[in-house]
């Protein structure tokens, strides 16, 4: 039996005549396990996030969904749904739909049920309930399911995406630059909500991210960092470095 998994394999990606990296790239994310990315401002961090959910192929190497390698964008996009909910770093939403609309459309978009759909919806609005002051209470999802998506802020846009990831449903979920936009209070309360969904539903996380500080919480499993165009793993995994 093939565990569940995203993986590349000495993957690489040539930019006009150069590489990316300075060596090619090979890691796995595995089922109920959290994975930290870090690096520097066009380090390559989007580009993996993009090879790893196959939005764009290598140059080199291979893209392995649960130990079946990814050969083209067409059987990606076929495929995705089924294994990758994407917690992008831009806010793509359809504008001329309210919150709710929006995070039933991209449900059923990818194939889920409408009674199934609104029945999970239900879950995460009592999952993203937050008490606590009027800013905590302002990024609950039921407070924003009504409003229209031009009348959210940064952070109310985040919660929407990071519910939308959890309503479509997948098994993995990537997620780039997420809690980008919230103070230290709310950060907590959003990080442990997601966290704690996350356990509980076994999802595999990847999250891009220039937050220093997430990497001392005790729920993350691996840390990786890319420096002088090389990916290293920090913490967990193989070839471990201190």
């Known amino acids: 039996m093939v565990e569940s998994s995203l993986r590349i394999e000495n993957v690489n990606f040539r930019e006009s005549k150069s590489w ?3 060596e090619d790239v090979s890691f796995e994310i595995k089922r109920g396990e959290i994975t930290l990315l870090f690096g520097p ?8 996030f993009k090879i790893l959910s196959y939005l764009l192929p290598p140059t080199k190497g291979k893209v392995l969904w649960n130990g079946k390698e990814i050969k083209s964008i067409q059987e990606a996009n076929k495929k995705r749904k089924e294994v990758i909910s994407l917690i992008p770093s831009q ?18 978009l990818s194939g889920k049920k409408e009674k199934e759909v ?10 993203f309930k937050f008490d606590g002051d009027e800013d905590i209470r302002k990024i609950s999802l039921s407070f924003l399911l009504k409003k229209n998506i031009g009348e959210l802020s940064n952070g109310q846009r985040e919660i929407v995406s990071i519910c939308r990831a959890f309503l479509i449903d997948a098994p993995f979920i990537l997620a780039d630059e997420m ?5 230290e209070d709310a950060e907590k309360v959003v990080w442990n909500t997601f966290v704690n969904l996350a356990r509980k539903e076994k999802k595999g996380i990847l999250l ?4 220093e500080h997430l990497k001392d919480y005790k729920e993350v499993d691996r840390i990786m960092r890319i420096k002088n165009r090389k990916v290293i793993t920090e913490k967990g995994g193989k070839n471990e470095v201190s």
């Open 20 to 22: 990316l990296f300075k």
């Open 41 to 48: 401002s066009a380090s390559g961090k989007t580009t993996l």
């Open 91 to 108: 806010f793509l939403f359809f504008q001329n739909l309210n919150v709710k609309e929006n995070l039933l459309f991209s449900a059923t």
């Open 118 to 127: 609104k029945k999970r919806l239900e879950e995460l609005i009592e999952t």
């Open 179 to 183: 809690l980008r936009s919230f103070n």
């Open 208 to 211: 891009i991210t220039h937050k």
